[in-house]
């Protein structure tokens, strides 16, 4: 169980183009959704939270209006990268939290986006 | 605002040898969670520790969470070359969503 997919699995675009990442939690609804980006040998770092039928919220530093994200159901969250630039390419990761006790968030297998 | 440090950063060690890695947490929080990622790979979930005390044990790592003294540690017995990846440690925020914080990640190699 919890089981959470995204796609693309990698995404090649040229800038400029827009890119939409979707990640979803297959056998549990989740109750929260999280977008990560990795950069190459650097952790995690959380960029939006958002709820099903609410607006995300946006970590400091990351641009609501170059990083879409909309939760439209409770198995379903996207991540659309508007108008990319070659800087805005690194590792995307989606994680899911059933609000069970633990809390723990189930992660996605992660989107390589490169923008040339 | 919660910070979350692991040391060592990089480790290289002999397989068959013993280690520890090490994670300092800066607030009050008695969820954390040990993780491990394969080059191109995304989060592997390792142990969850709920509580003070909190002792795991999967193969040859252990993990334990001493949620007085802010620090969990991730043990590696006789290490074997299949262990190799980068190990994180994550802490939930214990108010608002709930985040999860991570460490910076420690890149464990093992050599034959």
């Known amino acids: 169980g919890a089981v959470v997919s995204q796609h693309p699995s990698r995404v090649i675009c040229k800038s400029g183009t827009s890119v939409k990442i979707e990640c979803r939690s297959l056998d549990f609804q989740a109750t929260t959704m999280f977008w990560y980006r990795q950069f190459p040998k650097q952790s995690l770092m959380l960029m939006a939270t958002s709820n099903e039928g609410s607006k995300a919220t946006y970590e400091q530093g990351v641009e609501k209006d170059k990083f879409l994200i909309n939760h439209a159901s409770l198995t379903l969250s996207t991540l659309t990268v508007t108008s990319a630039h070659p800087e805005d390419s690194s590792f995307y990761i989606c994680?899911?939290?059933?609000?069970?006790?633990?809390?723990?968030?189930?992660f996605g297998p992660g989107t390589r986006l490169t923008v040339l | 605002e919660l910070k979350v440090e692991q040391n060592p950063l990089f480790l290289s060690m002999q397989e068959g040898k013993n280690y520890t890695i090490y994670c300092n947490y800066s607030?009050?929080?008695?969820?954390l969670y040990w993780y491990r990622q394969d080059p191109g790979k995304s989060l592997e979930s390792l142990f969850v520790?709920?509580?003070?005390?909190a002792v795991k044990q999967e193969g040859r790592l252990m993990a334990s969470l001493d949620t007085k003294a802010r620090l969990s540690t991730l043990h590696i017995t006789a290490a074997v070359h299949d262990l190799s990846a980068t190990y994180f440690c994550?802490?939930?925020?214990?108010?608002?969503?709930?985040?999860?914080?991570f460490g910076q990640g420690t890149r464990l190699t093992i050599n034959p």
């Open positions: 994550a802490v939930d925020e214990d108010w608002g969503a709930q985040k999860l914080v």
């Open positions: 520790l709920l509580s003070n005390g």
């Open positions: 994680s899911a939290r059933a609000g069970r006790r633990t809390n723990e968030q189930f």
């Open positions: 607030t009050t929080s008695d969820r």
